[in-house]
Nanobody
């Protein structure tokens, strides 16, 4: 069983950048689709981005497209979310999630079996 572990969150001013990391604890997740979700206080969890097994295919929500970049290093068993031009509305707990090996994926959280504990991102205005 794989356990995603997020890091890199923090406090940043609007317009700034942060890079989140998601490392696999347990077994490798090189054959899993990895996604980032976020949940702001009082709101439902929402899809942010996902990346295919090889890293060749990525998807983004409309709210982050053009500002966030998801990437992966399978040799290092790590997935990254580079966030730029941050806005106060990006403030949320960010979660990394993985599908089972060779699992199907999509923007819904139901596709993802393994979840990290989350890392807080706060963007001040």
């Amino acid at each position: 069983q794989v356990q995603p572990v997020e890091s890199g969150g923090g406090l940043v001013q609007a317009g700034g950048s942060l890079r989140l990391s998601c490392a696999a604890s347990g077994r490798t997740f090189s054959n899993s689709v990895i996604a980032w979700f976020r949940q702001a206080a009082g709101k439902e969890r929402e899809f942010v981005a996902r990346i295919s097994w090889t890293g060749g295919i990525t998807y983004y929500s409309d709210s982050v497209k053009g500002r966030f970049t998801i990437s992966r290093d399978n040799a290092d068993n790590t997935v990254y979310l580079q966030m730029a031009s941050l806005k106060p509305e990006d403030t949320a707990v960010y979660y990394c999630a993985a599908t089972p090996p060779y699992g199907v994926s999509g923007p819904s959280s139901r596709y993802y079996t393994y979840w990290g504990q989350g890392t807080q991102v706060t963007v001040s205005s």
